[in-house]
């Protein structure tokens, strides 16, 4: 029996696809449990803390599927190859430490500094991959495949998505603060709970679409 290189690439890139979506499901449902006036907030507080450890599986997801993917679309005719692929695996493992050492770190002093890289990350990859997927639609270079520069511009809208994400999630803190504080902050901080999560609610299902989509013109090539 021979096992192919590529048939073992597309049983990794289907293996981080279903981690990613069904641990995004898994934060999606412990985000729900932050609203809820039955519980006191130090309840909310320990789902929350569990919810941020679910939270690494779509962490380490995120930046493995996009070597991954251009490994794979290399028998495709993509020029990425060589020197170019080694160069975006050694860029997207950095991203991968990077996102691990903003969450292990967040209570930590140098946890703002790295914090603070991390969304200059974020927002890096988007614009290099949303600029790559206009280029390569309009030129036809440096994939010629259609499908290939569809799926690279939907990765950059995805990371958006997830920038959207992470900024909701950025203002869950004070909130927090307000309900501790008790008395009329306590009651408006519920209420910008409720809206934070409508919010993060919203940014996680277009991530989602955007991500099933990338999934489904992988899967079809319909270009």
Not at 11 to 21: A, D, M, N, S
Request: with cysteine.
């Amino acid at each position: 029996m021979t096992i192919e290189l590529q048939g073992v690439l597309i049983f990794f890139h289907v293996l981080l696809f279903g981690y990613w979506l069904g641990a995004d499901l898994g934060v999606f449902f412990c985000d729900s449990q932050l609203t809820r006036d039955d519980l006191s907030l130090d309840e909310r507080l320990r789902v929350r803390r569990i919810r941020r450890k679910i939270d690494l599986a779509p962490r380490t997801c995120v930046p493995l599927i996009l070597p991954l993917g251009f490994t794979m679309a290399v028998p495709w005719g993509s020029p990425l190859d060589g020197g170019w692929l080694v160069l975006i695996w050694i860029l997207s493992i950095a991203w991968l430490v990077l996102l691990w050492s903003e969450r292990l770190t967040a209570d930590k002093p140098i946890g703002k500094t790295i914090h603070k890289i991390d969304r200059i990350a974020w927002y890096s990859v988007a614009v290099v991959t949303l600029g790559l997927g206009l280029y390569s639609l309009a030129t036809g270079a440096p994939f010629a495949e259609v499908w290939i520069s569809v799926k690279v511009l939907l990765y950059g809208f995805m990371v958006l998505s997830a920038v959207w994400i992470t900024a909701a999630a950025d203002r869950w803190p004070p909130i927090f603060a307000m309900v501790r504080a008790g008395g009329e902050q306590a009651v408006e901080g519920e209420r910008l709970m409720k809206r934070n999560r409508i919010n993060c609610g919203s940014a996680a299902g277009t991530l989602w679409a955007i991500v099933l989509l990338i999934a489904f013109v992988g899967a079809t090539k319909p270009f």
